[in-house]
């Protein structure tokens, strides 16, 4: 569902840590770089803090990525592309990324160069089912 803040949330069908291993199946199956995976729930349980599974995966396609950031250059501060896999209180997992359409609104992102960012939606919509 897209919300006031551009970020959409898919219910998952897979524990967090399933979800990021089809991720990144998928990503290495399309030529596209991982950059990092960014654990969140794991870094506060070193710092004494229980957290429930969240994990931050930044991927992308410089080929892709480049042309939308030179177009519009603050789009730089959302890209590389991120997707959140998270689990709520009651146990549900989630998958939340940046809606392109908010990307494009916020960025000024010219539609020639939309679809480059667009590949999220089906990357999200992949691991979550």
């Known amino acids: ?7 959409i949330d898919l219910p998952s069908n897979h524990s967090v840590e399933k979800t990021l291993d089809r991720l990144r199946g998928i990503l290495a199956a399309k030529n596209i770089t991982l950059f990092a995976v960014v654990d969140h729930s794991g870094e506060a349980a070193k710092a004494g803090m229980k957290m429930l599974p969240t994990k931050l995966v930044i991927f992308g396609n410089p080929k892709a990525g480049t042309p939308v950031m030179v177009a519009s250059p603050s789009s730089a501060i ?3 592309l991120k997707i959140l896999i998270w689990e709520d209180d009651r146990g549900k997992v989630w998958v939340t990324y940046n809606s392109p359409a908010y990307l494009q609104q916020r960025h000024n992102v010219p539609a020639d160069v939309l679809p480059n960012i667009s590949v999220i939606e089906v990357l999200a919509k992949a691991v979550a089912e």
């Open 1 to 7: 569902m897209l919300q006031d803040t551009g970020l």
């Open 78 to 80: 959302d890209l590389p």
